[in-house]
């Protein structure tokens, strides 16, 4: 059983799938209450001094009020388990049986937001993620 009052959800504002995940959750009816708190900001380093910052703004990230944190496909069922319209959906996704389902959700998500991420080409280089030069270098122009 979980016995949490308060969850913090940390996510990367950077991202167009994570901002709009964040504002569907922020409208959403709470049993259980969260704020949604930019991943890597002071204000996260702040609440949690010895999180892994950098994993933070990889993976979305669930911290309980009791310490508890979750990550990826555990963070979202945790996001849907508190909301007072899908914990049921939680509840069932976090079933082993159904967990690979989250999983795959969590990672077609992943995938997606490594597609939509906002960061220029030139924050980025010149090649679409840290490969030690051993890729090809993204189209220029």
Same mark, same amino acid.
């Given at each position: 059983?979980?016995?949490?009052?308060?969850?913090? #959800?940390?996510?990367?504002?950077?991202?167009?799938?994570? &901002?709009?995940? =964040?504002?569907? /959750? +922020?409208?959403?009816?709470? $049993?259980?209450?969260?704020?949604?708190?930019?991943?890597?900001?002071?204000?996260?380093?702040?609440?949690?001094?010895?999180?892994?910052?950098?994993?933070?703004?990889?993976?979305?990230?669930?911290?309980?009020?009791?310490?508890?944190?979750?990550?990826?496909?555990?963070?979202? #069922?945790?996001?849907?388990?508190?909301?007072?319209?899908? &914990?049921?959906? =939680?509840?069932? /996704? +976090?079933?082993?049986?159904? $967990?690979?389902?989250?999983?795959?959700?969590?990672?077609?998500?992943?995938?997606?937001?490594?597609?939509?991420?906002?960061?220029?080409?030139?924050?980025?280089?010149?090649?679409?993620?840290?490969?030690?030069?051993?890729?090809?270098?993204?189209?220029?122009?």
């Amino acid at each position: 059983m979980i016995d949490v009052d308060r969850l913090v #959800v940390l996510h990367d504002p950077g991202c167009p799938l994570c &901002r709009r995940f =964040a504002s569907w /959750l +922020a409208g959403q009816p709470f $049993l259980v209450p969260l704020d949604l708190v930019p991943a890597g900001s002071e204000t996260a380093r702040r609440m949690f001094p010895t999180l892994d910052h950098a994993a933070t703004l990889r993976d979305i990230t669930v911290v309980g009020s009791d310490g508890s944190v979750w990550t990826n496909e555990h963070a979202w #069922v945790m996001c849907l388990w508190a909301t007072r319209a899908h &914990r049921g959906l =939680a509840e069932r /996704l +976090a079933r082993p049986q159904w $967990l690979p389902l989250a999983r795959g959700a969590a990672y077609s998500a992943a995938g997606l937001r490594h597609l939509l991420h906002s960061a220029p080409v030139r924050e980025r280089g010149d090649y679409p993620e840290p490969c030690a030069g051993s890729c090809a270098p993204l189209a220029q122009g």
